[in-house]
């Protein structure tokens, strides 16, 4: 552990991806940012992330990965940082390539993570500590140790605050109380953590809750089966990753798998209910695990298909009708 570092003034961080991991790595830097804010932040993000990262207050220059490019991607990303200086490099993702990009500028501090893969810890000055105990950890405490090896308390604050420039022509749907209002992400990144319930919990929501209002959001087109009551659904599945950040960040109770946009929605102090199966809630649900606003639910024996709908919504109405303390 070094002692308090001073005088930093310049801070790269390569967290290309996923979502989910962008999102937490983003909570940390923003504690960052509140304890050195002369400090100019630049960020390598994959480019179908890039725009998450950029609407971050506290981000001052996001480099594209194109990763679909291959080595053509990875080269371009050398190419621009090849040259530069910064005061520290992180190399939060901890692979090969990710690490090949931190050792690109010149630094004289070039950290990355003790339990990186591919070799990557060649490329590092010094390794940041894991957590203490036996783990395995939630992500925001791996991060965390970047700045409290710095001597800063790694302190992750609610709400991440994220730009919402662009307009779009539902947000009156969410008008009300945002405990009637819902969003509901049907996606998992693995088909093996998806549950197959929205559609009968979508009724059930709509049936025991008087006003209510649901909105559907997914990487592809889908709908609720059945008469869909009129003014009370909103179907946003398809839609680019711009308007689903802002459709996050509406005021209302989010349900979904272990998804980037459960954590989105975490992180910004929305009401979140995760649903798991074969993945432990423990160690990748919505942070910080226990607060009054998150819930996570797990299939019995980790089976999703054992899940029935019904249980989701008495854990829906717990998390709906709780109030802060």
């Known amino acids: 552990m070094q002692?308090?570092?001073?005088?930093?003034?310049?801070?790269?961080?390569?967290?290309?991806?996923?979502?989910?991991?962008?999102i937490h790595a983003l909570q940390v830097?923003?504690?960052?940012?509140?304890?050195?804010?002369?400090?100019?932040?630049?960020?390598?993000?994959?480019?179908r992330f890039a725009p998450l990262v950029e609407a971050a207050p506290f981000v001052h220059e996001v480099i594209y990965f194109k990763r679909k490019e291959g080595l053509g991607g990875i080269w371009k990303v050398l190419k621009e940082l090849r040259g530069r200086r910064f005061d520290m490099v992180w190399d939060m993702q901890g692979l090969f390539r990710s690490a090949l990009m931190s050792f690109a500028p010149r630094s004289s501090h070039r950290?990355?993570?003790?339990?990186?893969?591919?070799?990557?810890?060649?490329?590092?000055?010094?390794?940041v500590s894991l957590?203490?105990?036996?783990?395995?950890?939630?992500?925001?405490?791996?991060l965390q140790e970047f700045p409290k090896m710095m001597g800063l308390d790694?302190?992750?604050?609610?709400?991440?605050?994220?730009?919402n420039e662009a307009r779009f022509g539902w947000e009156e749907f969410f008008d009300g109380e945002a405990t009637e209002r819902f969003v509901i992400f049907t996606d998992s990144r693995g088909v093996g953590k998806e549950w197959r319930g929205f559609d009968r919990l979508t009724h059930l929501i709509w049936?025991?809750?008087?006003g209510s209002r649901v909105a559907w959001c997914a990487g592809s087109d889908t709908s609720p089966s059945g008469e869909i009551p009129e003014g009370r659904f909103l179907n946003l599945t398809g839609c680019p990753l711009d308007e689903m950040t802002a459709l996050v960040l509406q005021p209302s109770v989010f349900i979904g798998n272990d998804s980037g946009p459960m954590h989105l929605s975490a992180a910004v102090g929305n009401r979140v209910l995760a649903i798991f199966g074969p993945t432990a809630p423990e160690r990748f649900g919505?942070?910080?695990?226990?607060?009054?606003?998150?819930?996570?639910?797990?299939?019995?024996?980790?089976?999703?298909?054992?899940l029935s709908a019904e249980t989701v919504f008495e854990r829906l109405q717990d998390?709906?009708?709780k109030t802060e303390g």
């Open 3 to 22: 002692g308090k570092l001073t005088g930093i003034k310049s801070l790269l961080v390569v967290k290309p991806s996923s979502l989910g991991d962008i």
């Open 29 to 47: 830097a923003q504690g960052v940012a509140e304890a050195l804010p002369d400090c100019r932040i630049t960020w390598v993000a994959r480019d």
């Open 111 to 127: 950290w990355g993570r003790r339990d990186n893969r591919e070799g990557a810890g060649l490329f590092y000055g010094e390794k």
């Open 131 to 142: 957590p203490p105990g036996g783990g395995p950890h939630h992500a925001i405490p791996v």
């Open 154 to 163: 790694g302190a992750v604050k609610f709400p991440l605050t994220l730009r």
């Open 207 to 210: 049936e025991k809750i008087p």
């Open 286 to 306: 919505p942070w910080p695990i226990g607060a009054w606003n998150t819930a996570s639910v797990r299939a019995p024996g980790g089976v999703l298909l054992d």
């Open 319 to 321: 998390l709906r009708l």
